[in-house]
């Protein structure tokens, strides 16, 4: 069974909608990766060598990373919760479209 036009034009309006929110999605992670790669050098310790006979403490640089990501994705958290929450309902929404009319689009079964 094939859609009819009006609803494949509902139905790739609804995936294009979804595709959005998860380019939206991607963006926030790749500008919470460009800061932290900005970041790495700060992160690093000031002198690579041994200092007063102590080696360097080969932890306290991941440490140091995940601690910065933990804030900088936690400055971005309730901007990720809604578009993960969106992005959900968007799924859910097309689930249902394709349950409810049926027919195969796109390679998706109903």
Request: aromatic fraction near 6%.
């Amino acid at each position: 069974m094939t859609l009819s036009p009006e609803r494949r034009t509902e139905f790739f309006r609804m995936e294009e909608a979804r595709r959005q929110t998860q380019r939206q999605l991607d963006m926030i992670d790749r500008q919470i990766i460009r800061r932290m790669t900005a970041l790495i050098p700060q992160l690093q310790p000031r002198q690579s060598g041994y200092r007063r006979g102590r080696a360097p403490d080969p932890g306290a640089f991941l440490e140091r990373y995940r601690s910065h990501l933990a804030a900088l994705t936690a400055e971005r958290q309730p901007e990720i919760d809604a578009l993960s929450r969106k992005l959900a309902r968007q799924d859910l929404a097309i689930a249902r479209f394709l349950e409810r009319h049926g027919g195969c689009l796109n390679g998706r079964a109903a």
